[in-house]
């Protein structure tokens, strides 16, 4: 079932792109919508234009980092995330040897049959979530230090104390 678009203006850029071109985006999208269909975590997805590309988010502000769709000088067509993030570092760390990246940008394609289900679904579902799945990162990153902390203090001692003072 192919989902209406946001807008003229978003349908217009897939209608403009070349037909290999187009396919490619609209798997994708399609893909994009699925996977934020099947996860509860992600729920309603966002779609807008953002520098004239096809653009996608979590409704829900702050969950994660937009997704966008384009051509590239590379390929015939990409799955884009925003630079800064590690979305595509995690990701090719992940699977890799699988796709061609355009650095920290994004994953190229080059035919339809290349768009991956499994394994792009979970790039997606990673970018949709980016945000909670960084602050998770970070309070265990916290808590393996905030633990380290406490236990180097729990070896420092007085030496008077019995048990020893921390």
């Not at 269909?37 to 966002?46: K, M, Q, R």
């Not at 966008?68 to 595509?88: D, T, W």
């Not at 393996?144 to 420092?156: D, E, H």
Request: with cysteine; glycine share 8%.
């Amino acid at each position: 079932m192919t989902r209406p678009f946001a807008s003229a203006e978003i349908s217009a850029v897939f209608d403009q792109a070349p037909p290999g071109t187009r396919e490619g985006l609209l798997r994708l999208r399609a893909l994009i919508f699925d996977v934020a269909e099947s996860d509860p975590d992600v729920g309603p997805v966002t779609e807008t234009l953002k520098w004239g590309q096809p653009s996608y988010v979590a409704a829900r502000a702050g969950l994660g980092t937009p997704l966008r769709l384009g051509r590239s000088n590379q390929a015939r067509f990409a799955l884009l995330v925003h630079c800064q993030s590690r979305v595509i570092d995690n990701f090719a760390n992940r699977f890799p040897a699988w796709d061609r990246f355009d650095g920290t940008r994004g994953v190229l394609f080059n035919r339809v049959e290349d768009v991956e289900p499994l394994r792009h679904g979970w790039l997606i579902r990673h970018a949709l979530t980016y945000h909670k799945s960084k602050a998770a990162a970070d309070r265990a990153r916290r808590a393996r230090t905030g633990s380290t902390r406490a236990a180097r203090r729990s070896q420092i001692s007085c030496g008077a104390c019995v048990p020893p003072c921390a």
